[in-house]
Nanobody
Framework: VRLQAFGGGLVQAGGSLRLSCAASGRTLRDYAVGWFRQAPGKEREFVAYIRRSGDYMGYADSVKGRFAISRDNAKNTVYLQMNNLKPEDTAVYYC????????????????WGQGTQVTVSS
């Protein structure tokens, strides 16, 4: 089972990026998925969550109104559209499959893949 986040890069403040999360060895459409990020020297923090069916999404206050999580179950992929990026959004972004508990908590997730670096310049 592997999860892979990709689509990161270097962007200027105010710019946009779209991250993708794909899975191999399992069907991602069977799971709710969360996006998290971790900046250097900081703990991993919750960014966004989407229910398996896609009918509910949750966001961290710091990204509400700027980021949008979505999924295409036919493509077995979850996306994170990031708009109006700020330097404080700079971090490695990870996706993970949800298992149980509060979706804001990293312990509520099981499989973590390699992250993708997002760097926002001022």
């Amino acid at each position: 089972v592997r999860l892979q986040a990709f689509g990161g890069g270097l962007v200027q403040a105010g710019g946009s990026l779209r991250l993708s999360c794909a899975a191999s060895g399992r069907t991602l459409r069977d799971y709710a998925v969360g996006w998290f990020r971790q900046a250097p020297g900081k703990e991993r923090e919750f960014v966004a969550y989407i229910r398996r069916s896609g009918d509910y999404m949750g966001y961290a206050d710091s990204v509400k109104g700027r980021f949008a999580i979505s999924r295409d179950n036919a493509k077995n992929t979850v996306y994170l559209q990031m708009n109006n990026l700020k330097p404080e959004d700079t971090a490695v972004y990870y996706c993970s499959s949800y298992k149980s508990g509060s979706y804001h908590n990293t312990r509520s997730y099981d499989y973590w893949g390699q992250g993708t670096q997002v760097t926002v310049s001022s």
